[in-house]
């Protein structure tokens, strides 16, 4: 009996020092995930659109303040609350969802101050097309959720993309801006 | 982007109106139509409310409520406006069902009782160019009203070639706290201080 529970103790400690060890790893939590992007609309106001479904894993090694990033937009789950601008979007001479039914980041470069990740630098994959991409953390912060008993870290993202160098150059000729910003909401759960 | 395909014409009538709205092209559009009072049918195709608010001290978490309706009348030459808006937050969409059901419960938007959240203004400042610069009115959430500043972030009015009027409207902003209109839950894990992002585009008649 006192061997069981020897053993479970020194079970329990193997655990919790898998547990703080480095590098983590994180998994994408979709109801707390959502990429919005906001262009301008003839200088007058700003259209949104949101992608609902996002998925992927985030390592964060804060020791060594390194990490990495595989996320995957699904860009058929596209939403702007209008849906005849969802469906134009959508289609062929824009996003074309059919062909293209993913985004994907992909990251193996991030900046620290602290323990805090400040910027994220890698590519961005739209519409069939790469680039290179940075994005800005702001409100990056982690925190034990009292809900799921685990760390979640997570953050506002946001970067300024060219459209044109992504293949998608509808209404340039006439107006429609070729920057669009994009606004990534991002926690992820400790695995 | 549009919402529906371009036609030559169109696009022609788009190139000519994105010459005009190149950079200071802006002003004489807006010393168009100065004459008096003209009153704005919203725009349901970009008039929407956005609001933000934080999750845990971390990310921040957005829903949309729209389209915003009502009606905006401004005398450009008198410097004067008034708004009325009603915004339907049983439509209210963050993308995540479940929590668009439990926004909607009594102790959060009461969207059964309180279907629409209103705001009503008739203190607008503009500037130099007679663009508005800010609104500031009433919000009444849950049947509560508490005084709002909604700023400009950006406005502007165009002369649209397609529709063959005048269309204004810019992103307007503004911070509440919802503890003021009783929207308590879940307080203090997500974040009693909420941001307002409003796209508004209206049309003139």
């Given at each position: 009996m006192k061997k069981t529970s020897l053993l479970a103790v020194v079970a329990a400690l193997g655990f919790a020092s898998a547990a703080f060890a480095e590098p983590a790893t994180y998994a994408i939590e979709p109801s707390h995930s959502f990429a919005t992007f906001e262009i301008t609309h003839f200088g007058t106001s700003t259209n949104r659109g949101r992608f609902n479904k996002?998925?992927?894993?985030?390592?964060?090694?804060?020791?060594?303040?390194?990490?990495?990033?595989?996320?995957?937009?699904?860009?058929?789950?596209?939403?702007?609350?209008?849906?005849?601008?969802?469906?134009?979007?959508?289609?062929?001479?824009?996003?074309?969802?059919?062909?293209?039914?993913?985004?994907?980041?992909?990251?193996?470069?991030?900046?620290?101050?602290?323990?805090?990740?400040?910027?994220?630098?890698?590519?961005?994959?739209?519409?069939?097309?790469?680039?290179?991409?940075?994005?800005?953390?702001?409100?990056?912060?982690?925190?034990?959720?009292?809900?799921?008993?685990?760390?979640?870290?997570?953050?506002?993202?946001?970067?300024?993309?060219?459209?044109?160098?992504?293949?998608?150059?509808?209404?340039?000729?006439?107006?429609?801006?070729?920057?669009?910003?994009?606004?990534?909401?991002?926690?992820?759960?400790?695995? | 982007m549009k919402r529906s395909s371009s036609k030559t014409l169109r696009a022609a009538a788009l190139a000519a109106l994105a010459v005009s709205c190149a950079s200071p092209g802006l002003a004489p559009a807006l010393a168009q139509s100065v004459a008096g009072p003209v009153t704005y049918q919203l725009d349901p195709d970009h008039t929407f409310a956005t609001f933000e608010v934080r999750h845990f001290g971390t990310s921040t978490l957005r829903g949309r409520i729209g389209p915003v309706m009502g009606e905006v009348t401004l005398d450009r030459a008198a410097r004067t406006g008034d708004v009325r808006l009603r915004i339907p937050v049983t439509s209210v969409s963050t993308g995540v069902r479940a929590l668009d059901a439990r926004l909607k419960q009594p102790d959060l938007l009461a969207t059964a009782e309180y279907p629409e959240a209103y705001f009503v203004a008739t203190r607008f400042s503009f500037d130099a160019a007679g663009g508005v610069k800010e609104v500031r009115g009433e919000f009444t959430l849950r049947g509560a009203s508490q005084p709002l500043s909604l700023v400009a972030r950006s406005f502007a009015c165009r002369h649209d070639e397609r529709l063959k009027r005048e269309v204004c409207g810019g992103d307007f902003e503004g911070d509440l706290k919802r503890h003021d209109f009783g929207a308590t839950f879940g307080e203090p894990f997500v974040g009693d201080d909420v941001h307002l992002v409003i796209q508004v585009e209206a049309f003139a008649p």
């Open positions: 996002t998925s992927g894993t985030v390592t964060v090694d804060k020791a060594a303040k390194t990490g990495s990033l595989d996320v995957t937009v699904d860009t058929t789950s596209l939403d702007t609350g209008t849906a005849a601008f969802t469906k134009h979007l959508s289609s062929e001479e824009i996003l074309n969802t059919a062909a293209n039914p993913t985004a994907h980041l992909v990251a193996n470069k991030f900046t620290f101050n602290g323990d805090k990740v400040t910027e994220i630098a890698g590519t961005l994959t739209l519409n069939g097309k790469t680039n290179p991409v940075v994005l800005k953390a702001q409100n990056y912060n982690c925190y034990n959720s009292p809900m799921i008993k685990r760390e979640v870290c997570g953050g506002d993202f946001d970067t300024t993309i060219v459209r044109s160098q992504y293949g998608v150059t509808y209404g340039l000729n006439y107006g429609f801006p070729d920057n669009v910003h994009l606004v990534i909401q991002v926690e992820a759960v400790k695995q | -």
